[in-house]
């Protein structure tokens, strides 16, 4: 009896590569012990979630927001319930890292300060 199983299918297509970047993913599927195949789909997976975060800020589950010792009173003003996860201050730079529960919400209230945002959401599995 079959039972509701998805089939994964697999595509295959060729990628042109620069060297040193082929190089690297040879050593890094080598130090994981997977396939290039495996390390390209998960940097590939990894992305697509970045850009589904950038254009949908609601699936951000974290951010990385960087500013300036100057204009950092501004940034943490517009937290609110956002949990601030570290701080790296080097010189005046700051970069932060925040768990939020409403992305788009954070999104909107840091978009007015003076920082960069980097919304993140968390590796899916699957499609």
Do not use: W
């Amino acid at each position: 009896m079959h039972r509701n199983r998805r089939v994964k299918m697999n595509v295959r297509f060729g990628v042109a590569l620069p060297k040193e970047i082929a190089d690297e993913l040879e050593r890094i599927a080598k130090s994981m012990g997977v396939t290039r195949s495996k390390v390209v789909e998960l940097a590939i997976r990894s992305f697509l979630n970045y850009l589904k975060a950038i254009n949908d800020p609601e699936r951000a589950n974290f951010m990385i927001i960087l500013t300036s010792v100057d204009n950092l009173p501004s940034v943490v003003k517009e937290l609110n319930d956002a949990i601030v996860m570290t701080s790296i201050f080097e010189g005046h730079k700051v970069l932060m890292i925040i768990k939020t529960k409403n992305g788009r919400e954070l999104f909107k209230r840091l978009s007015r300060v003076k920082c960069s945002i980097y919304p993140i959401s968390l590796l899916e599995q699957g499609g």
